[in-house]
């Protein structure tokens, strides 16, 4: 399982970045995706999840409304739409692949992807 | 909303020692819905546990997860150099705040 995040990068305040998971090793289609963040120096945070069809879409209240998730599961990619960033949403962002018995169960990570705001 | 509490915030042991670390819930969860992640510096957070007792994929029999009412316990039997790190709980979507365990 291989799961390769990017997008990642410095934005102001106010501004948009699109993130995106390139997913390989696995059926990716059948499986639920979740971004989950890490703000310099903290604990987990679990932003955003997808069913494995795409039909689902969870979000957390501290992103609901500037966040969209999604997936393009014949490309095996996911991605996150982040709009009207904020300094609290400077964290790195892991891509998640949900287990087979629980979706909100991660057992293969990305690698991160780093995303500040600041002006 | 629920809130999880880990404990202590940092355990220090030497290797080979056992390791007791606790997370408790703000309120009566389900087991099922019970995970412990592992993540060491650099690197992303690694599985565990799931439904508060059941070992992941790989990982050591030397790691084991119990539950006693809404206080959810992670126990490293013998300390190995790779297992200090900061370990994490989570309760369907919302995670603990972590606990480190350090060389002591």
């Known amino acids: 399982v291989q799961l390769l995040e990017s997008g990642g990068g410095l934005v102001q305040p106010g501004g948009s970045l699109r993130l995106s998971c390139a997913a390989s090793?696995?059926?990716?289609?059948?499986?639920?995706m979740s971004w989950v963040r890490q703000a310099p120096g903290k604990g987990l945070e679990w932003v955003s999840g997808v069913s494995h069809s795409g039909g689902g879409t969870y979000y957390a209240d501290s992103v609901k409304g500037r966040f969209t998730i999604s997936r393009d599961n014949p490309r095996n990619t996911l991605y996150l739409q982040m709009n009207g960033l904020r300094a609290e949403d400077t964290a790195v962002y892991y891509c998640?692949?949900?287990?087979?018995?629980?979706?909100?169960?991660?057992?293969?990570w990305g690698q991160g992807t780093l995303v500040t705001v600041s002006s | 909303e629920i809130v999880l509490t880990q404990s202590p915030g940092t355990l220090s042991l030497s290797p080979g020692e056992r390791a007791t670390l606790s997370c408790r819930a703000s309120?009566?969860?389900?087991?099922?819905?019970f995970a412990w992640y592992q993540q060491t510096p650099g690197q992303a957070p690694r599985l565990l546990i799931y439904?508060?007792?059941s070992r992941a994929t790989g990982i050591p029999d030397r790691f084991s997860g119990s539950v006693s009412g809404t206080e959810f316990t992670l126990t490293i039997s013998r300390l190995e150099p790779e297992d200090f790190a900061v370990y994490y709980c989570?309760?369907?979507?919302?995670f603990g705040p972590g606990t480190k365990v350090d060389i002591k």
């Open positions: 439904g508060a007792s």
């Open positions: 989570q309760q369907y979507r919302t």
């Open positions: 998640a692949k949900g287990i087979a018995v629980f979706p909100w169960y991660f057992d293969d």
């Open positions: 309120q009566s969860v389900s087991s099922s819905y």
């Open positions: 090793g696995f059926t990716f289609s059948t499986y639920a």
